[in-house]
């Protein structure tokens, strides 16, 4: 810190061309530094004669920026005029302090980042404060003279440049008003073919709709149509096969089992698409209750008992220990979980089929996930985005010997969404496929964790 008394006019002259000095030093631009002097000036002599004034320079490097702080103290004497110290902050910032009879003025002038350190500022403030040449009344005259030119000089020089600023602002201006009027042409052109684009779709939408709702009536008709024929094959090849039928050849007996079977598979379709059709109606209603997974589970065993290779594959189910509990329609689980199954069965050539029930980690809303994996042929990546369209089936050695009418997936996922669920495929070609059916309890009880991880039964 270095502080030095003010007692005269002419050291007054003098705090002005040190203060100047000082910001100079300190990297302050020129009107930083004119500010800075013209407050200490005028603060320096109002003052004057004051006993023991004194002023003194330090730097403030606690804060961010560091600051110059000026400090002027006297013992007695009084108090600043408010006009002199509304003066000096227009110009710096300035606080008045008096307590137990010693009188101070702080000027705090903030810095501008240079790159020195703090001790190097204190190096320059210090030799910028050495100089003690008196000054005169001239000499300060001489200085105010200067600075006012060169606050006119800059003065000027930035109202050319605010001239030449709104020259081109006014340029820019037309440049954006035609720009402005171009584009609102051209997005009242695009709003007209956004409009027409958009009617067209609207017409397509409803076409669209229009061809969804015939597919379905026709679906419907069809199907409804089928079914009474069926019915009625499957019900003649009953009564033949019947006991209390007249005998029949061994060849008879057999051609009548294929006529059967035949029949039954087309049932089953003729169903499944009646189904698929409602439920893209939104016709097919849902009846949930408590659902008994022992009894489902031992019930599909049944169905799919008769339908594979039991040498080269294994069908394994959850064990009937205990299940979680589930509130769903039985009825359209059941053809979830037959479908899913079947076709596991039916493109798997050795190995397994696994279904495993557990209850939905998650803990709200309550759900059981449903899980069939099989070691079968699986999906190569660039088919499966289309395993769920209605009637599509992967093209292949496969297929050989393995009809079937691509209604499997779409109708299983159909159902399962139906049932306000979820159902998700991953695959892998050669190694196997796994489906994995996620459906809420639609009677919103907390389920029960079974025990059943690793637990399971070949069937």
């Known amino acids: 810190m270095t502080s030095f008394g003010l007692s005269s006019a002419q050291d007054v002259f003098g705090l002005r061309r040190r203060a100047q000095q000082a910001a100079a030093a300190l990297a302050l631009d020129h009107q930083d530094q004119v500010r800075l002097a013209t407050a200490l000036s005028e603060l320096g ?73 703090a001790a190097e500022r204190r190096t320059r403030l210090a030799e910028a404060l050495r100089d003690g040449t008196p000054s005169t009344e001239a000499d300060d005259l001489r200085a105010r003279t200067q600075d006012l030119i060169a606050t006119l000089e800059e003065t000027r020089a930035q109202r050319e440049e605010l001239r030449r600023v709104n020259e081109e602002l006014e340029e820019t201006n037309r440049g954006v008003l035609a720009l402005y009027s171009e584009l609102t042409q051209e997005l009242e052109t695009t709003n007209s073919g956004v409009l027409a684009l958009h009617s067209e779709l609207e017409d397509k939408r409803h076409q669209l709709q229009e061809a969804g709702e015939a597919k379905t009536r026709f679906w419907t008709n069809v199907s409804h149509e089928l079914r009474t024929p069926v019915n009625s094959v499957v019900a003649l090849s009953t009564l033949l096969l019947a006991p209390s039928s007249p005998p029949l050849t061994e060849e008879q007996r057999e051609q009548i089992n294929l006529v059967a079977s035949s029949g039954h598979t087309l049932l089953s379709l003729v169903n499944d698409l009646l189904d698929v059709a409602k439920a893209e109606a939104g016709h097919l209603d849902i009846h949930p209750r408590p659902v008994d997974l022992r009894l489902l589970v031992a019930h599909l065993g049944g169905l799919l008992r008769s339908g594979y290779d039991h040498d080269r594959v294994t069908l394994v189910t959850p064990g009937l220990e205990q299940q979680p509990t589930l509130v769903t329609d039985e009825t359209l689980l059941v053809r979830i979980l037959r479908n899913l199954l079947s076709n596991a069965l039916k493109f798997t050539e050795r190995g397994e089929v696994r279904l495993d029930i557990a209850v939905d980690p998650e803990p709200s809303p309550h759900a059981v996930l449903f899980t069939v994996t099989d070691t079968g042929i699986g999906i190569p990546p660039d088919e499966l985005g289309r395993v769920f369209e209605a009637f599509y089936q992967v093209r292949g050695p496969h297929q050989n010997g393995r009809p079937g009418t691509g209604l499997g997936l779409p109708y299983a996922r159909t159902l399962a969404e139906l049932l306000g669920g979820s159902l998700t495929l991953t695959s892998t070609v050669g190694v196997g496929t796994r489906v994995r059916v996620r459906l809420p309890d639609l009677g919103l009880r907390p389920l029960k964790e079974p025990d059943i991880e690793g637990s399971g039964h070949a069937r």
């Not at 004034?53 to 920026?65: A, I, N």
């Not at 006009?83 to 002038?109: C, F, M, Y």
């Open 45 to 117: 002599r109002e003052r004057l004669g004051s006993l023991d004034l004194r002023v003194s320079f330090d730097l403030d490097t606690t804060d961010r920026p560091a600051s110059l702080v000026v400090t002027f103290d006297w013992s007695v004497g009084p108090p600043p005029a408010p006009e002199t110290v509304d003066l000096a902050r227009k110009l710096v910032q300035v606080r008045h302090q008096a307590d137990s009879g010693a009188n101070r003025v702080v000027i705090t002038q903030p810095l501008p980042s240079d790159g020195a350190g």
